[in-house]
Each structure stands twice: as structure tokens, then as C-alpha cells.
């Protein structure tokens, strides 16, 4: 398996401007987390899936984050207008239904200007 | 405990010698742990994890350990060598129905060569 795939995994944006993040998880894990990273704030939890539905948005910072899961081999992370605060890596993870153990994709290095 | 990226702890360390990594968890009903590495512009990677049913567990050069008592949990890493350069976080499953993982500050490793 390659793993979980995020593209793109570098992004950088003016301030407005719409991005949207990709990723694919691992076939057959049963759970999807989006997570944010940051120096300052370090790894945050944002929103998660379970089979494909959203189970706790609450880590979504604000009504311009959104996050879908069409199927479960994609989702996306949609930042609408875009601000500079928003820089960070976001990193795509799911969740081995055996093991409970999550993987991580390589992150999207997003810098909005 | 959930991350606060706010200060660092590093440990520096001889090449070939071994590794002792330190986490402190928060919540006593905490059933799984897992170890994550995570080098630069990389996600983190798991590395190894342990239930809590068990207080030791070994893999290809590390070692978890869990001492439940007081919610400690340790990685020791054998001859650490250059390659094991990073920032290791641990993080913790909570016992309440929810999957997502709590992730701790993370702990710097530099290997000197």
C-alpha cells in the first residue's frame, strides 16, 4: 500500500483566495482525521470521519474551514477565504480498523500571503 | 496529555548509544498508546504502540514501556544511531467511545555522530 496520499504538498496562496487540500487514506481503514500543525500550537485535531461521515468538527477553527468525504478513498479540507493565520502543514491520517493505530500522510505545507 | 507545541524537550545523545524518551499521560482511562517519529517536512510515522493490558513491548530496536501506576510511558531506543534524528510525540487513546488520538508535546532527539 502506498501509505495515505495528500496533495497538493506545497500550497502557497494569497489572503482570499479559496485552497482546498486532498488526501487518500489507507484502503480499509475505517476512520479519517484531519490534523493541523503548527510551532506554536503544535498538532491539532480538527475534524474526523467514520465511514465516511463526520463524527467532531469541533476542532474546525472556523465556518471558513469545511471538510468532506465523498467516498471512502477521498476527502478533501476547503479553507474559504483563505487568511495569513491559516499557514501551517495539514496532515491527512486514518485509522487501522484492527489495530486502532493511526498513519499519517505526508502533510500539505500550506504558507497564505 | 493534548499537545501544546509550546516549548520543546530535547535530548541529546551519543551515536550507539541508547535512548530513553519520557511521556507523561493525562488520563487514566487511557487504553492505547502509540509512538510516533516524526523528522523534518515529514508526518509523523508510528513507530510502535502498546495496550494497556500490557507494560512492555518490543520491536526492531524499541521498547515501550507503560507503568500505569503513574501514567508513564517511556521509548527506549537501542544503539540510536544518526537516521533516528527527530521529534518523537506520543499520544493517547482515550477510553470513551471517540477514536481520535491525544498527542503530547513531542520530545527532540539529535544524535551526535
Known amino acids: 500500500d502506498a501509505g495515505v496520499i495528500q496533495s497538493p504538498r506545497h500550497e502557497v496562496t494569497e489572503m482570499g483566495q479559496e485552497v482546498t487540500l486532498r488526501c487518500k487514506p489507507i484502503?480499509?481503514?475505517?476512520?479519517l482525521f484531519w490534523y493541523r500543525q503548527t510551532m506554536m500550537r503544535g498538532l491539532e485535531l480538527l475534524i474526523y470521519f467514520n465511514n465516511n461521515v463526520p463524527i467532531d468538527d469541533s476542532g474546525m477553527p472556523e465556518d471558513r474551514f469545511s471538510a468532506k468525504m465523498p467516498n471512502a478513498s477521498f476527502s478533501t479540507l476547503k479553507i474559504q477565504p483563505s487568511e495569513p493565520r491559516d499557514s501551517a502543514v495539514y496532515f491527512c491520517a486514518s485509522r487501522d480498523v484492527t489495530t486502532g493505530a493511526h498513519y499519517f500522510g505526508p502533510g500539505t505545507r500550506l504558507t497564505v500571503l | 496529555g493534548e499537545s501544546v507545541g509550546l516549548h520543546l524537550p530535547t535530548l541529546s545523545v551519543q551515536e550507539g548509544d541508547n535512548s530513553i524518551i519520557n511521556c507523561a499521560y493525562s488520563n487514566s482511562a487511557s487504553d492505547y498508546f502509540i509512538w510516533y517519529k516524526q523528522e523534518s517536512g515529514k508526518g509523523p510515522q508510528f513507530i510502535i504502540d502498546i495496550r494497556s493490558n500490557m507494560d512492555k513491548r518490543q520491536g526492531q530496536r524499541v521498547t515501550v514501556l507503560l507503568n500505569k501506576t503513574v501514567k508513564h510511558l517511556s521509548l527506549q531506543i537501542a544503539a540510536t544511531q544518526p537516521g533516528d534524528s527527530a521529534v518523537y510525540f506520543c499520544?493517547?487513546?482515550?477510553?470513551?467511545?471517540?477514536?481520535?488520538?491525544?498527542f503530547g508535546t513531542g520530545t527532540r532527539l539529535t544524535v551526535i555522530p
Open positions: 484502503s480499509g481503514h475505517d476512520y
Open positions: 499520544a493517547e487513546n482515550i477510553r470513551d467511545g471517540a477514536n481520535n488520538l491525544f
